[in-house]
């Protein structure tokens, strides 16, 4: 260094800091400074072996890029569907799934869409929810969770002949696929109800008051399964305006359940009204139960309607009176 | 880790226990303590290495078990606390006409009077730790900046500290064997004394000792600078020593009596008052009159202070200590040290607190070195940026264009 003129360089009086910058004695290194500079190094080295990759990547992916920009999709493309994995929790079949998906062969994992593929197995109705999933090399792997019917339901296609479609409990009608007649059959049919067809045609509205629906029968199916069985259909008529579903059934022609009272009390009542009558002679069959109305302070007075009786020779017709079902 | 936290740890190689720190300096403003560890000392007597490899496994142990307070956070620069008698001072002045025709003075006029006070040499096989600049002086007038100021002539002092290059070599590489830079080296005293000290004080003149075991630090504030500083070898190992050899005690006995019963002043008139030894009453215990226990310890506490102020010299009067003395270290625990450095002294003493914002964990005396490393360290390491920064403004660059 070149000092100005008439200014002498003056030496700098020794510092501590000289002894930091001096290099250390081996014999110094503690044997754990010496592991702690040994990880440091491996940190460093380490940190910049990453940055070099990352560099390095970026940079090949960049000149890729810059060639052919087709070539950095092209390996994920390369690889066709060759399976579809179908898991369910009802009916549906993998070549049911085959079909709703209707994947062209030979398409690539890569080139699958899997929002629209849920969609159309949504279309179907039947399935509440989907999940797809790419397992590469080369399958697809399709779950499903179907809808559990509850009744079943009359409809016609505009210009179609009527067709037989499923209820689930949220109120939501679709064909059903894959059920076996058995199931099918012991379902009721709903009455009294208007289906709206939906904005852009496809399908209907979902049934309004379907969950009372579902609480009546699953309450009946567990607990009269023999009365219930012969449950022809269930109208909801009459559930809007005054709080009661009618059902029709081959014991009885009419039976009124009311929406604000507990079912399984009232199909107890129901089970004790049909025993108790089948147990007396010389009265005809019960054409009308109403299960909504008749509780008193004492207990509850049901109003039961009887047919008439067939005659017997030498006694007087019996007038029908109104039953009594004890609580508790 | 982020670039705007910093991690730094703070260590104090004492005579009788290691402290680590570890701070967290978040955006270069707020300063967060998250580990602390320490260790019993090994290999240092009065503040200086005696064996490398004792003192550096205490060390290292101390600052693992900072490290693992910390959650495992780890830092690679440190700011050291020196001591040890080897340290000496001397004061040395100069002064410079302002160069400028309209008196203005400059940046250059202002490393010209610093590079002329800082520039005497040392002796030999001794090495600068501090050069504390006291303020300047402008045609007589006590100015904190002189720059862009009208004057004749610009004046400033140093105090200069010193030490034994060796000494000094062996307290620093204790922390670079464990691969670990030292970033700054600071006098306990400084540091002690920034912790235990108001800025108001420091205005107005004060004085702050920090009795450690092996040696005892001062400080000497006036106008908001450290004037002088000192390190002496006594602390309060001798007094546990001259309680060996006056009562006859081994060092762990006699270390039990003096933190018991030992006092800056004595308190028991009654010569025929006894302790016991132990209180045991078994074999070896023995009854010691309290009233030697008190008087060796304050003669001795006594000492400790007439030893500071006579260090001080000249330089002291009470005119210019008007805040008075403020004490810490683990030796200012025993009662009655205030009242003996007001006796001593003749100013009005007491024990060094915290400030408010010091956690409960670490108020304690004897972390008084090590919180200030950090304080300290981090306010002179941001003062120097800021100047070098400033320097920067008004360097060649600006000078190039000066013209245009």
Known sequence: MKAPPGKPIRQRPASWEDLVRDPLPRRVMAPAGRKRRAFSTLRTVGGIAILCAATWAGFELYRMWEANPARIKAPAQSGPLKTITFQTNGVLDRAWAGRTLAIPPGTGMMALDLFSLRDRLLASGQVRAAVLAREFPDTLSVVVEERDPVARIVASEPGGAPETFLVDRAGIVYPGINYPRSLVTTLPYLAGVRLRRVENGAGFAPVEGMETVANLIGTARAYIPALFSRWHSISLARLAPDGVLVVRSADVETLVFGTRDDFFKQVAQLDFIVDESRAQSGIGPIKMIDLSIGRTVSGTQIPVTYGAAPPVPGQARRAPAPARAREG | ?404
């Not at chain 2, 410079?96 to 025709?101: C, D, F, G, I, S």
């Not at chain 2, 540091?191 to 004080?201: C, I, L, Q, R």
């Not at chain 2, 450095?341 to 090590?370: S, W």
């Not at chain 2, 304080?375 to 245009?404: C, E, I």
């Open chain 2, 1 to 404: 880790m982020s670039s705007k936290i910093q991690t730094i740890g703070a260590i104090e190689i004492g005579s009788s226990k290691i402290s680590v720190l570890i701070g967290e300096l978040s955006r270069g403003r707020s300063l967060s303590i998250i580990g602390k560890g320490w260790c019993q000392s090994h290999g240092v007597v009065k503040g200086d290495v005696v064996d490398l490899r004792a003192a550096s496994n205490a060390v290292h142990a101390a600052i693992l078990d900072a490290e693992s307070s910390a959650g495992g956070q780890r830092f690679d620069s440190v700011f050291l606390a020196q001591t040890g008698g080897h340290l000496k001072g001397f004061y040395n002045e100069a002064s410079v006409n302002v160069q400028r025709a309209d008196n203005m003075v400059t940046q250059m006029d202002i490393d010209n009077v610093r590079e002329a006070a800082t520039g005497r040499d040392l002796p030999a096989g001794r090495m600068l730790v501090h050069n504390i600049q006291r303020p300047f002086l402008l045609d007589g007038r006590i100015v904190p900046d002189a720059e862009n100021l009208k004057g004749r002539v610009l004046k400033v002092g140093y105090w200069t500290v010193h030490g034994n290059q060796e000494r000094l070599a062996n307290n620093i590489n204790v922390i670079r064997g464990f691969n670990l830079q030292v970033s700054e080296l600071i006098l306990s005293s400084l540091a002690s004394g920034t912790m235990v000290t108001s800025p108001e004080e420091r205005q107005t003149g004060v004085i702050a000792i920090d009795i450690g075991a092996g040696t005892t630090d001062y400080v000497f504030y006036r106008a908001g600078r450290a004037c002088m500083t000192g390190a002496i070898p006594v602390g309060g190992l001798h007094l546990t020593n001259d309680l060996c050899i006056g009562l006859r005690l081994t060092e762990g006995q006699a270390e039990k009596m003096k933190t018991r019963f030992g006092r800056g002043i004595i308190a028991t008139r009654d010569k025929n008052e006894k302790v016991w030894l132990n209180g045991d009453f078994a074999i070896g215990d023995r009854p010691l009159p309290k009233n030697s226990i008190e008087l060796i310890t304050s003669l001795r506490v006594a000492e400790i202070f007439e030893v500071v102020k006579t260090s001080l010299g000249a330089e002291f009067s009470t005119d210019q200590a008007v805040s008075g003395v403020v004490i810490t270290g683990g030796t200012s625990q025993l009662p009655g040290v205030a009242d003996a450095a007001a006796t001593v002294f003749g100013l009005p003493a007491r024990i060094g607190e915290f400030p408010g914002y010091i956690n409960e964990q670490l108020r304690d005396p004897g972390y008084a070195t090590v919180l200030g490393l950090l304080y300290f360290g981090l306010n002179s390491t941001t003062a120097t940026a800021a100047s070098s920064a400033r320097r920067r403004k008004t360097g060649w660059w600006q000078k190039l264009f000066a013209g245009a």
